[in-house]
């Protein structure tokens, strides 16, 4: 049996990701990091253990801050995979904690590269690196393909072109098979309540119950490529499994603002939403009540700001024959039906 390890297994493509090794019948060690409470809420239905199909669940205590933690899990399970998820994600909150991103984000990446290569795991273990789109930054092309020239805008995306280039490094110098998945904004029911997609789905489904009143809201007119994380992680799935190891953008190819995603959000729940205003004054009414459910809160600007991403994955579709087989619209299905249950069940 294969073992996986993965890193930011708690987080939204963990948990898609840990089920999708399962299912192929790996030993998967999901790593946890050290928390007054538990973080497992995304695999609270998963038990640990062998599993009805004969693979097997393990968590490990491990933190991409700490290199032993990192080499005593590479040395106790010499896993055949690696992929390494984990990170300090949110790109806004990057520019409050830039050190600590750094360190996490950038220098984790090369903690994990260094213990494979310590363990004497370089010729046997496959490392997946969670790139991202935001790497293109001010983008110098459209859309952005695995050739266009990186231009990072936040201290979350300069460590995670740290990252990137360690990893092709580790590659090119220790012949690690090490790929970078350069993956564009992938959203679900699992993702953080604090980034653009589930914040409008929860917060809109909470006020169409009366639970809140409106969603304060940055830069609507930035625009992003949202596809679905379960077709993402079967894109990372794929590029471990191939015969020489490569860098691939997963996009959709199809981009949308982050107003457009509020709009049809609300107008799904049966609103009737008009702006008036301009700027920070604007504001997002619904005709139905008169009431003002959406407002413009500067807090959520970034000191700067990625205005465009949308990807080419071209080389994804002919090399990995992989597909993003979610539209946007099932994944705005896919979120709502989670969310109004979820309020639902607050009332
Ligand atoms: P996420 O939901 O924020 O999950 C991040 C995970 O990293 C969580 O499991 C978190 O653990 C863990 N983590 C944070 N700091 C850690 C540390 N010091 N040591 C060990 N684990 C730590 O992120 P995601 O959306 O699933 O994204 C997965 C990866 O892909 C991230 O690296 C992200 O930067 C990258 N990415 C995401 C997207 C996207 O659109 N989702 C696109 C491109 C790239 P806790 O649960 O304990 O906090
Ligand atoms: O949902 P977001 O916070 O995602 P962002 O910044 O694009 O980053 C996500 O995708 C990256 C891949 O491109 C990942 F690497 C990264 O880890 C993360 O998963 O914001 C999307 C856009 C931004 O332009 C932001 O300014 O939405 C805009 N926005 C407008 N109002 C908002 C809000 N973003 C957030 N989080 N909250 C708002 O109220």
């Known amino acids: 049996m294969k073992t996986s ?13 840990v089920r999708k090794l399962l299912s192929e019948g790996r030993r998967v060690c999901a790593m946890l990091r050290c928390s007054s409470t538990p973080h497992t809420a995304r695999l609270a239905d998963l038990t ?7 693979s097997e669940l393990i968590y490990v205590l491990g933190d991409l801050g700490d290199s032993a933690s990192l080499l005593r899990i590479l040395e106790e399970y010499r896993p055949e995979e690696v992929y390494n998820l984990a990170a300090q994600s ?38 997946y690196q969670a790139s991202t789109s935001e790497l293109f930054g001010e983008v110098r092309e459209k859309p952005q393909r695995e050739t266009t020239p990186f231009a990072p805008r936040s201290p979350y995306a300069i460590a995670k072109l740290y990252a990137y280039w360690t990893t092709v490094n580790y590659r090119e110098a220790y012949g690690v098979f090490a790929c970078n998945g350069i993956l564009f904004n992938h959203e679900s029911p699992m993702r953080g309540e604090n980034f653009v997609t589930r914040k409008i789905t ?3 489904t909470r006020i169409r119950l009366g639970l809140q009143d409106k969603l304060r809201m940055g830069n609507l007119d930035a625009r992003r490529d949202w596809g679905h994380a379960e077709d993402y992680v079967e894109g990372m799935y794929l590029m471990l499994q191939q015969s020489t190891p490569d860098d691939y953008i997963l996009a959709t190819g199809e981009e949308h603002s982050a107003r457009e995603f509020l709009e049809l959000v609300f107008s799904r729940l049966d609103f009737q939403l008009e702006w008036e205003g301009s700027g920070v004054n604007e504001r997002g009414i619904d005709r139905k009540s008169g009431k003002t459910v959406v407002e413009i809160d500067p807090t959520f600007f970034r000191p700067t700001e990625v205005n465009y991403l949308c990807g080419d994955a071209t080389k994804a579709r002919e090399k990995l024959q992989w597909r993003a087989r979610h539209s946007f619209d099932d994944l705005i299905d896919d979120m709502l039906r989670h969310d109004m249950a979820l309020a639902e069940s607050e009332r």
């Open 48 to 54: 640990p253990g062998v599993q009805a199909n004969g």
């Open 90 to 127: 949110d790109v806004r909150r990057s520019f409050d904690v830039p050190e600590y991103t750094g360190e996490i984000d950038a220098l984790g990446a090369l903690r994990l590269l260094e213990g494979i290569r310590q363990t004497g795991l370089a010729s046997t273990t496959r490392y």
């Open 202 to 204: 929860r917060g809109a």
């Open 5 to 17: 390890l993965v890193t930011g297994a708690t987080g939204q493509d963990g948990s898609y990701l």
